[in-house]
T-cell receptor, first 119, second 108 residues
Framework: EAQVTQNPRYLITVTGKKLTVTCSQN?????MSWYRQDPGLGLRQIYY???????DKGDVPEGYKVSRKEKRNFPLILESPSPNQTSLYFC??????????????????FGPGTRLTVL | GIQVEQSPPDLILQEGANSTLRCNFS?????LQWFHQNPWGQLINLFY???GTKQNGRLSATTVATERYSLLYISSSQTTDSGVYFC??????????FGPGTRLSVLP
């Protein structure tokens, strides 16, 4: 079954304790990204990756790190979490991006979400 | 960067009613998608529609790219249509920008 998986699904942690949220896709997609969802703000893109070892900042990258060492995995790292990073996080993937995605009608597939609470 | 607005922010319908959701964007776009987030938080792609009209069952969408808006039509609404509807755009870059969403509640 084609899917995007995230772990953990729920996490409660304390300020300053480093954590990693994993994301994996089994569709051989080139493009992966992370979003956070906050009430009234919709989804905002944190980081995205166009291929292995190629990553770039989205609209709200502060306080986050990512890596893309393998095509299927795109972990989100919070080196020193703070309460303002309490949010619902989504990972997404698609085969293409930008102009090519537009031309081919490619769509994004989303993971189930990770609800993070930082105390 | 590109701005995305959605209206109305909230919508309450009786089962069987029709509705129209609107998405306005501030610049030309290469990619526009509509998503439904169900009450359990799952995000499902509904349409990829940077221009023109598409239909899928009771749902249809129209994007008028020259006037920078898109409409999502829901006919004969059902309680399972409840949730939040987002539009998201990509204006020839690598990142997507989501609108704030329209929260739809369909009452039995």
């Amino acid at each position: 079954e084609a899917q995007v998986t995230q772990n953990p699904r729920y996490l409660i942690t304390v300020t300053g304790k480093k954590l990693t949220v994993t994301c994996s896709q089994n569709m051989n997609h080139e493009y992966m990204s992370w979003y956070r969802q906050d009430p009234g703000l919709g989804l905002r893109q944190i980081y995205y990756s166009m291929n292995v070892e190629v990553t770039d900042k989205g609209d709200v990258p502060e306080g986050y790190k990512v890596s893309r060492k393998e095509k299927r995995n795109f972990p989100l790292i919070l080196e020193s979490p703070s309460p303002n990073q309490t949010s619902l996080y989504f990972c997404a993937s698609s085969m293409f991006w930008g102009q090519l995605a537009g031309d081919l009608g490619d769509t994004q597939y989303f993971g189930p979400g990770t609800r993070l609470t930082v105390l | 960067g590109i701005q995305v607005e959605q209206s109305p922010p909230d919508l309450i319908l009786q089962e069987g009613a029709n509705s129209t959701l609107r998405c306005n964007f501030s610049d030309s776009v290469n990619n526009l998608q509509w998503f439904h987030q169900n009450p359990w938080g799952q995000l499902i792609n509904l349409f990829y529609i940077p221009s023109g009209t598409k239909q899928n069952g009771r749902l249809s969408a129209t994007t008028v790219a020259t006037e920078r808006y898109s409409l999502l039509y829901i006919s004969s609404s059902q309680t399972t249509d409840s949730g939040v509807y987002f539009c998201a755009v990509d204006n020839y870059g690598q990142n997507f920008v989501f609108g704030p969403g329209t929260r739809l509640s369909v009452l039995p």
